[in-house]
């Protein structure tokens, strides 16, 4: 038991206790998988296409969500193509009644699917580890007592 324990510090050690903070260095918004930049450049109402979206997650803290996430504008705000622009290269962003602001595309977002495989798999380590420890730990504990009643 006596080293299982500094074992098990050891690894819980290795997992990071605490989240970092830290700020954006953009104001963006994210659709369909990709993440746009905010613009002051406005966009006028009659260059405003159908609506394709809109924000469904906010946070002002660093990190890598899923969704349509955004670290400037909050959950509801409402995402629209922009007549003839593709909305791959750009969107608008509605910040008004009648006011909308430019997004331009600056690649793919890493917070996709993907991010939910590795957390599976911290989970799945975590749970392994637990386990090993505490059957470890079972198996000293009856070592201990057969070498006592000797």
Known sequence: MKRVLP???GFILLFPLSIASASWAY????YSGHIYQVTKQAVQPE???PKIGKVTKYSDREG???GNFSNMYPKGTGYYAIQGRS???AIAVRTGEDTYILAIQQGAYSGGPEMRTIWWLYAGIGIVSV?????AARVMQKRGAREGSK
């Open 131 to 135: 386990a090993s420890l505490a059957a």
């Open 7 to 9: 074992l098990f510090l």
């Open 27 to 30: 104001p963006f918004v994210v």
């Open 64 to 66: 890598t969500y899923r």
């Open 87 to 89: 909305s791959q290269e």
């Open 47 to 49: 260059d405003i296409g």
